[in-house]
């Protein structure tokens, strides 16, 4: 398991709560609208430091087409907190996506070649298949306000794209 998935999967386990319950423990719009933005911005991020760094046209492709997606999604997620007149809210679960994101770009940073790209790819597949899980079974059904549900249900239907992607690029690299 790679050390983002493991920090995700724990940054999960904040969000919904110590007793595993949504219940009370549900997150606010405004901290849903700040999960989902910075899961965006930090795959932005780690998408060019690929594009940076490998020399494998696949990955590069690939890499590409997660800041051009993500960039778009994020832009419609600015849009809308600005019409519902909404401030994204930090909170534990942004903080500890930014730090395992901070952690996994210093590991890649090390790296280069075929082991670059494969730990890349091998983290992306793990990172959307965790924020895909996220969507569907916390964020989304918390969320309260009805375009930011729809905005995150179509997010989801493009993550799960690059999930399906990220593990095609992880099957050509093998």
């Known amino acids: 398991m790679t050390l983002r998935l493991t920090t995700v999967a724990a940054?999960?386990?904040?969000?919904?709560?110590?007793?595993g319950a949504l219940g009370a423990d549900k997150p606010t719009d405004p901290q849903i609208a700040h999960i989902a933005y910075t899961a965006g911005v930090?795959?932005?991020?780690?998408?060019?430091?690929?594009?940076?760094t490998s020399k494998n046209k696949?990955?590069?492709?690939?890499?590409?087409?997660m800041v051009r997606d993500h960039e778009a999604v994020n832009k419609q997620a600015l849009d809308l907190v600005k019409k519902l007149n909404v401030t994204p809210?930090?909170?534990?679960?942004?903080?500890?996506?930014s730090q395992a994101a901070e952690t996994k770009r210093q590991e890649l940073a090390k790296l280069s070649g075929a082991a670059f790209d494969k730990a890349y790819v091998e983290n992306e597949v793990a990172?959307?298949?965790?924020?895909?899980?996220?969507?569907?079974?916390?964020?989304?059904?918390?969320?309260?306000?009805?375009?930011?549900?729809?905005?995150?249900e179509t997010g989801l239907k493009l993550f799960q794209?690059?999930?399906?992607?990220?593990?095609?690029?992880?099957?050509?690299m093998k």
Do not use: R
């Open 89 to 97: 809210e930090d909170n534990d679960t942004s903080k500890a996506l």
């Open 42 to 52: 930090l795959d932005i991020e780690a998408a060019k430091q690929a594009i940076a």
């Open 161 to 172: 794209g690059h999930q399906q992607h990220a593990e095609h690029v992880a099957m050509e």
């Open 58 to 65: 696949a990955v590069v492709e690939f890499a590409e087409s």
């Open 127 to 152: 990172y959307h298949k965790e924020v895909n899980g996220a969507l569907e079974t916390l964020l989304i059904p918390a969320a309260q306000n009805g375009e930011l549900k729809s905005l995150l």
């Open 11 to 19: 940054a999960i386990v904040l969000l919904i709560g110590a007793n």
